[in-house]
């Protein structure tokens, strides 16, 4: 897209202000990664914190994994920035899709309507070690943590996966 998508408005909001928004229940929100200073402007405003990746643009699953080592509630919500229609309905759902699982070893949920869309995630948070584990193994996507967890599919709705990769995406 030519810049930091954590910054493009979309109908009026930043697109890190639509993911901060979503996490509105949450009673903790870290913005994990990126080195641009508003991001610690935005997590400020929203009452979040701004944390470095312990692996800087090695990929997806060591953001997971920072996140899931920081996260001191059951479940860890991971949003990427990108996405300006979710809702924080949405995210509870995943939430409660978790809470709900009746697996007996970690459990995660996602969205899922034509394919499974791996981010937003909702997941037991006794899945740091794994993560870091299988990042410490070469791994880098986040669907080699799913592929290790019970994972619950949740019909996604439209506007909690419409996410923004091109301009044309911002209309």
């Known amino acids: 897209m030519g810049a930091d998508k954590a910054f493009i408005p979309v109908r009026g909001r930043r697109l890190i ?3 901060l928004e979503a996490l509105a229940h949450a009673s903790q929100r870290f ?5 641009d200073p508003r991001l610690e402007d935005a997590a400020a405003l929203a009452d979040a914190r701004h944390i470095s990746d312990r692996w800087p643009g090695e990929g997806p699953l060591g953001a997971v994994a920072t996140a899931l080592e920081l996260a001191d509630h059951p479940v860890t919500v991971v949003l990427p920035c ?11 759902v995943l939430v409660q899709a978790v809470r709900e699982s009746p ?3 970690p459990s ?9 869309h791996y981010l937003p995630l909702a997941i037991d948070t006794a899945a740091a070690a ?13 669907a080699s943590l799913l592929d290790e967890l019970a994972v619950v599919d949740v019909p996604a709705p439209p506007s909690a996966v419409a996410d923004v990769d091109t301009p044309e995406d911002l209309g």
């Open 17 to 19: 202000d639509c993911a």
């Open 31 to 35: 913005i994990v990664g990126g080195n």
């Open 82 to 92: 990108d996405l300006p229609a979710i809702s924080p309905e949405d995210v509870a």
């Open 103 to 105: 697996a007996a070893a």
């Open 108 to 116: 995660a949920a996602v969205f899922t309507d034509q394919r499974r």
């Open 130 to 142: 794994l993560a870091e584990r299988l990042f410490e193994s070469g791994q880098r996507a986040v």
